[in-house]
């Protein structure tokens, strides 16, 4: 039956009572999202056959959220994504962030919005998520007041919709670090699946994952997606930015009509269970990750999880933006209203 059920989920090493909502649509398609981090731990939506799978990488208890560092369906902030050296300037005054990614700052800090448990308030087939974040919460300034809204249709649809006020000027770059697998969690068959992207250009980064600043065409490289492909068809190329990344871990410049509010990014599609995702978004920017760092680690239902067994389509502004004039700025000024809008749908066929 269609609706929302509510079942706990453990208690934090801190004592706090977290929960499991899943939404049910009227075809029997559930999204299942945490109360701590926010994560989405359970996307289940029919196969060509009608068998509802799983399709997105979690765990089963609490304690692994809390340990993991793969950021398994999380939302991720203040910041997602790397700012080099953790430094940045906000009103002529600089804050030095948490070094939790060799020497830069990653998705936040080590208690970025991921390590939260948030306020859940259940309402028709949305969660609104709320979580108030004081200032200086891992140096960033500024009370920020966070509300993300998780919606789930009839037409397997799963959007997400981010806001946030600050009291003071500050950043901000909302995104979601869900971990998709089409054949299912299960399933080590990610090369075989197809990806396109809707970018001509992409960032390079250098040794330590910081854009240069340069936007470069994915022209001529393994980096064009333009055209469907299985994600590993050019993964192993002698290319320097898949040496550093150890495979696509990199932001792309996203092509949009200004005259839309809300584009397509990206499409994929698994052959061997015939489900499609459509990634579409307001966001400037995604980064395209094929999970070159998960290693050996128990996942739901006792499976194993290992290297690239998940992709990663976390739109967002661009990494490092405070630090290069030609990027989209993150900047968020006191009063002003942050809101990014993207949306995941799964069907059956491919999408191409």
Not at 4 to 26: D, S
Not at 54 to 72: A, I, N, P, R, W
Not at 75 to 102: D, E, H, W
Not at 234 to 263: C, M, P, R
Request: net charge negative; glycine share 12%; with cysteine.
């Amino acid at each position: 039956m269609a609706g929302i059920t509510i079942v706990p989920f453990g208690e934090t090493e801190k004592g706090e009572q977290t929960a499991l909502y899943t939404i049910v649509n009227a075809k029997g398609a559930s999204a299942t999202i945490c109360s701590y981090g926010g994560a989405i731990v359970s996307l289940k939506v029919p196969d060509r056959e009608g068998k509802l799978t799983d399709v997105v990488l979690g765990y089963d208890q609490l304690k692994d959220y809390e340990q993991g560092k793969s950021y398994f369906g999380a939302l991720v902030g203040r910041c997602g994504n790397r700012i080099a050296g953790g430094k940045v300037t906000i009103a002529g005054k600089q804050y030095q962030l948490a070094l939790n990614n060799g020497s830069n700052h990653l998705h936040g800090g080590p208690c970025g919005f991921y390590r939260k448990v948030w306020e859940v308030h259940p309402e028709g087939n949305t969660l609104k998520l709320h979580l108030f974040s004081p200032d200086l919460d891992e140096q960033y300034p500024g009370n920020l007041d966070v509300n993300v809204y998780y919606t789930f249709d009839d037409e397997n649809r799963l959007s997400i919709t981010y806001h946030a006020v600050s009291d003071q000027d500050t950043i901000c770059n909302l995104t979601n670090h869900v971990y998709f697998n089409l054949s299912g969690h299960d399933s080590q068959d990610l090369m075989e699946q197809k990806m396109q992207i809707h970018g001509n250009e992409f960032l390079p980064v250098d040794e330590t994952q910081i854009p240069t600043g340069e936007l470069r065409s994915v022209t001529g490289t393994p980096f064009d997606f333009r055209v469907p492909k299985p994600i590993g068809q050019g993964i192993g190329a002698d290319d320097e930015q898949l040496a550093i990344g150890e495979g696509y871990d990199h932001n792309y410049v996203l092509n949009h009509q200004k005259s839309e509010t809300i584009w397509e990014a990206a499409a994929a599609y698994s052959e061997r269970s015939g489900i499609s995702l459509v990634c579409r978004t307001d966001q400037p920017g995604m980064q395209f990750y094929t999970g070159n760092h998960l290693g050996p680690q128990t996942g739901k239902g006792g499976v194993s999880y290992g290297f690239r067994q998940g992709f990663c389509l976390e739109t967002q502004a661009f990494p490092d933006a405070v630090h290069h004039e030609n990027f989209p700025g993150i900047w968020l000024k006191s009063g002003e209203e942050y809101c990014h809008r993207t949306i995941y749908e799964f069907g059956v066929g491919e999408p191409f």
